[in-house]
């Protein structure tokens, strides 16, 4: 087994989660296993904690120990105890900015609230994506940068993936300096405190936990995952990741469709020989 290797750090849709958003049999065997053996999971997501949870449990977190990091690093939760160990809130004063930002690009904006989420448009095709992927139900809202009062860790956009292009460039220039934006998926825009991202909070989380980068292994596919993949000792990109990731990975791994995360841990965690699919190759 590789001793160096204590965190494991995982992306979920189209990484942890296969096409169904289930974890495989091998997969979850692997991340058990490595569990028992003293590595510590973190869930490494942009969803809201509440849609995280049922795969943490799935994992047996709160009895082995592990983390949920969601909101793409804007909240870090102890499953052992439930507690936070550490969360960023988005700067209220520049929520209604943004959503008018959002509405004026023909994108919707989403947040959450203590249900679910809430959108002026909770009946679009990729706000019901997102409470898909959650299992949480979606409220209308008038006017959502006025309704929300209250500290949200992140707000969503969501747009057609052609018309997405246009809205990162507007919003990356209209926020330049005061926010962090970037794409978790073709349809879908991250927009977060500014400095908020998984590579920062999994610093923050190693440095709680006496580690350095070294300790750290990282697994996922889009483009939110970059930063945690050039941060960690051994990154990981799945077969099915955009061509960034993969460029920045020390091994790409099968798909996740094929166990590509438990070939993984058993490649790199338990060092036991593997073979991908035929389809996939590694990169070096």
């Not at 053996?37 to 795969?55: E, K, N, Q, Y």
């Not at 793409?72 to 209220?92: M, R």
């Not at 997102?130 to 209308?140: G, L, Q």
């Not at 990154?235 to 798909?255: F, H, L, R, S, Y």
């Amino acid at each position: 087994m590789n001793d160096t290797i204590k965190v494991l750090a995982l992306d979920l849709d189209g990484t942890l989660t296969n096409t169904k958003k289930e974890i495989s049999p091998r997969t979850l065997e692997a991340l058990q296993r490595a569990a028992a053996a003293g590595v510590r999971i973190v869930l490494a997501s942009g969803r809201p904690t509440v849609g995280i949870w049922p795969l943490a449990r799935q994992l047996e977190l709160e009895k082995l120990g592990g983390y949920i990091l969601s909101y793409n690093g804007g909240c870090i939760l102890d499953c052992a105890t439930g507690k936070v160990v550490a969360q960023e809130a988005f700067p209220l004063e520049l929520v209604k900015p943004v959503c008018d930002e959002a509405r004026a690009a023909g994108a919707v904006a989403l947040s959450y609230n203590d249900e679910g989420v809430v959108s002026e448009h909770p009946d679009d095709e990729y706000v019901q994506i997102e409470c898909t992927i959650n299992r949480i139900s979606a409220c209308r809202v008038e006017d959502l940068g006025s309704y929300i009062d209250y500290d949200v860790n992140k707000l969503l956009v969501t747009a057609e993936p052609d018309r997405m292009v246009h809205v990162e460039e507007r919003m990356q220039q209209k926020f330049a300096g005061k926010l962090s934006i970037y794409k978790s998926m073709p349809f879908f825009l991250e927009i977060m405190p500014l400095g908020v991202e998984k590579a920062q909070s999994l610093r923050a989380l190693l440095t709680i936990l006496g580690l350095t980068e070294e300790n750290l292994m990282a697994c996922g596919d889009g483009w939110n995952d970059i930063s945690m993949i050039r941060l960690a000792g051994v990154g990981i990109a799945m077969g099915n990741a955009v061509p960034q990731v993969k460029q920045e990975a020390t091994w790409v791994t099968a798909d996740n469709d094929h166990d590509g995360v438990g070939l993984a841990v058993e490649k790199f965690i338990f060092e036991e020989e593997v073979e991908l699919p035929p389809e996939e190759e590694p990169l070096f």
